[in-house]
């Protein structure tokens, strides 16, 4: 299978502090995207790595890919109540896929108290 | 402008039963998608249609199909359903020309099979 995995499968901490998820794939990838999803709505697009970059950057959110160990982090500064959500990685893969097929993994559930 | 949106966003069926789910993409997107995401898991890749053409199908049996519009909406159907069908389906939207293979979601439409 394609799809990533994430971990851990739920986290929990305080407003202002850090969160960490981690996800690892098996196959050779195009892009890896992370994606947020608020109690079973629908998902929304965070942020994008090709697989010729290692780290990426938007606002609070920090991104590494490292290629060699199949495996990319998510990294949320100074959380907030209101990132409480699932966060799921999907991957493309790099050859006969198209641009619509993500391989999602399972989510990590995150939970910032206030 | 408006995002993705799909119809209905509840629906309650019953063994046996057919089902329609419709979706209308974000303007000037040609590529549409379909994910089904059951309680507890990431999304699963069901369809891509691109200008009306089926380019991708994921692991499901033929008791799904899609078709897709000369206006790009979409609609997902599913013949004799089974309690496993019980899910959320998720319609995504893309521009393939930004070839970015970032993903625009629509909010779902929660299926329950009884």
């Known amino acids: 299978s394609q799809q990533g995995e994430e971990d851990p499968q739920a986290l929990s901490i305080q407003e202002g502090e850090n969160a960490t998820m981690n996800c690892s794939y098996k196959t050779s990838i195009n892009n890896l995207q992370w994606y947020r999803q608020n109690s079973g709505r629908g998902l929304v697009h965070l942020i994008l790595?090709?697989?010729?970059?290692r780290e990426k950057h938007s606002g609070r959110l920090r991104v590494t890919l490292d290629t060699s160990k199949k495996s990319s982090s998510l990294l949320i500064t100074a959380s907030r109540a209101a990132d409480t959500a699932s966060y799921f990685c999907?991957?493309?893969?790099?050859?006969?896929?198209?641009?619509?097929?993500?391989?999602f993994g399972r989510g990590t559930q995150l939970t910032v108290w206030p | 402008d408006a995002g993705v949106t799909q119809s209905p966003t509840h629906l309650i069926k019953t063994r046996g039963q057919h089902v329609t789910l419709r979706c209308s993409p974000i303007?000037?997107?040609?590529?549409v998608s379909w994910y089904q995401q059951v309680l507890g898991q990431g999304p699963q890749f069901i369809f891509q249609?691109?200008?009306?053409?089926?380019?991708g199908r994921g692991n499901f049996p033929d008791r799904f199909s899609a078709r897709q519009f000369p206006n790009y909406s979409s609609e997902l159907n599913v013949n004799a359903l089974l309690l496993g069908d019980s899910a959320l389906y998720l319609c995504?939207?893309?521009?393939?020309?930004?070839?970015?293979?970032?993903?625009?979601f629509g909010e779902g439409s929660r299926l329950t099979v009884l």
């Open positions: 303007s000037g997107h040609k590529s």
């Open positions: 790595i090709r697989s010729n970059e």
């Open positions: 995504a939207s893309s521009a393939p020309g930004l070839n970015t293979g970032e993903l625009f």
């Open positions: 249609y691109y200008e009306k053409e089926e380019r």
């Open positions: 999907a991957t493309v893969a790099d050859r006969g896929s198209t641009l619509g097929r993500l391989y």
